[in-house]
């Protein structure tokens, strides 16, 4: 059974920088697609970046381009979201998802896999 676990969040001032881990357990994922998404109050669940496991292909929605790095640390089953240069629309609870087939989906319903969140909060 997959497991997703993130950490990594907390309350930081706008144009400081977080990184979120989620630890991945109970498959290989070498063939595996990994995303983050996040999801403030009163919205829905939304893309922020997707990444092929191994071959390190990666997709980013524009709110965060330049801002936020998606990568992956094989040896320890782990992905990772770098943000840099948050600003307080970034604040939201995020969630890391995983799917076992190909593409780089930017839709919620395409990954079967999910963690529990991690709250950002960015003050101004």
């Known amino acids: 059974q997959v497991q997703l676990v993130e950490s990594g969040g907390g309350l930081v001032q706008a144009g400081g920088s977080l990184r979120l881990s989620c630890a991945a357990s109970g498959r290989t994922f070498s063939r595996y697609t990994m995303g983050w998404f996040r999801q403030a109050p009163g919205k829905e669940r939304e893309f922020v970046a997707v990444i092929r496991w191994i071959a390190g292909i990666t997709d980013y929605a524009d709110s965060v381009k330049g801002r936020f790095t998606i990568s992956v640390d094989n040896a320890k089953n782990t992905l990772y979201l770098q943000m840099n240069s948050l600003k307080p629309e970034d604040t939201a609870v995020y969630y890391c998802?995983?799917?076992?087939?190909?593409?780089?989906?930017?839709?919620?319903?395409?990954?079967?896999?999910w963690g529990q969140g991690t709250q950002v909060t960015v003050f101004s």
């Open positions: 998802a995983g799917r076992s087939s190909s593409g780089l989906p930017r839709s919620a319903g395409q990954y079967d896999y």
